[in-house]
């Protein structure tokens, strides 16, 4: 005589039915569980490419001023300041490093492909030569290696080079 075995099949199959569902109801994210952007100290900080930028910025009092302001750094690499002949941060002086940092600064947010042709005030006393040619765009000659580096607070561009003479 046959066994029927057709209400274990059902038995296994809602039970997998029930333990599926069960999975999904319990993944809900919850606001505490998405991982947030870090701000502009803090990406400069862990990065080990913009550590003469750091050393700038710690000595300059600039620490919170990069965290909490929504602007767009124009941020030199390492090897934008090697290029430069400056192989320690320590040539840019204590007091100079503020009027440094600001030349650097854009008080708006802008991403890479919202620059154009012209002129652009920093948030120091500096005036940038804007020039866009095809998509690359330069600011007093100097070129974007890494683009929208984005933040909580806003963007960093990656320079190549240094285009602040140092005070």
């Not at 042709?117 to 765009?137: Q, Y």
Request: glycine letters at 6%.
């Amino acid at each position: 005589m046959k066994k029927n075995r057709f209400g274990g099949r059902w038995a296994a199959f809602f039970l997998a039915a029930g333990l599926f569902s069960t999975i999904l109801i319990s993944c809900k994210e919850d606001s505490n569980d998405v991982v947030k952007r870090k701000a502009m100290t803090d990406v400069i900080s862990e990065n080990p490419e913009f550590s003469m930028l750091k050393d700038i910025m710690e000595r300059a009092g600039q620490s919170d001023a990069f965290r909490s302001q929504n602007q767009t750094l124009l941020a030199p690499s390492n090897a934008a300041f090697n290029k430069a002949k400056i192989f320690s941060s320590k040539l840019i002086t204590d007091t100079e490093a503020k009027a440094f940092l600001n030349n650097h600064v854009i008080k708006s947010v802008k991403k890479y492909g919202e620059f154009d042709a012209g002129t652009l005030e920093t948030a120091g006393t500096l005036k940038l030569n804007v020039a866009k040619k095809d998509t690359v765009v330069t600011f007093n000659g100097a070129k974007i290696n890494r683009k929208d580096v984005e933040t909580n607070n806003g963007y960093i561009q990656v320079l190549d080079s240094v285009y602040v003479k140092v005070l």
